[in-house]
């Protein structure tokens, strides 16, 4: 019964990260459209991979959002950087943080166990530049399979 309740709750977080991040990539994409003065097969290159970079400027920091709120599972989440590590007596790291509601959720729990996930969302990102193609502004004459 319980992996049923964690199943149905992990879809619904799921969705919510999946709206949440459709909406944004809508946002992005209207964005640069309304900026096109001419229609993308008319733009030069070096214009299209302009389009192209902002539109990944301005997903990029919606879909490690979206990351985060999926690989956290509704937990209480934030990023840190690591500060320092001492091994003496076990292992006391010193985290630092921007002073926020999720600082004062750390506080609470001082002298408690927590789980650390070290995750880097980046590592999701690297395929971007696969779809960061334009259109070359000179064809070949003989078609693409004789470039």
Known sequence: MNAQVENHFDDDHNEIAAEFLLGEMIHACAKQLREMKVPWN????EDQRLHLERIR??????VMKAIR???????????????????????KAVLKMNKDLHAH????????AVLVV????????????????????????FGDDHV
């Open 118 to 141: 070290l995750e880097n969302g980046s590592d999701y990102m690297g395929c971007a530049g696969s779809h960061m193609k334009t259109d070359p502004d000179n064809y070949s004459v």
């Open 57 to 62: 400027q301005n997903l990029q920091g919606s």
């Open 69 to 91: 709120c999926i690989r956290s599972q509704n937990r209480t989440n934030f990023v840190a950087e690591v500060e320092s590590v001492t091994f003496k007596d076990g292992v």
């Open 42 to 45: 008319v733009l030069v290159e």
């Open 105 to 112: 959720e750390l506080a609470d729990v001082a002298g408690q």
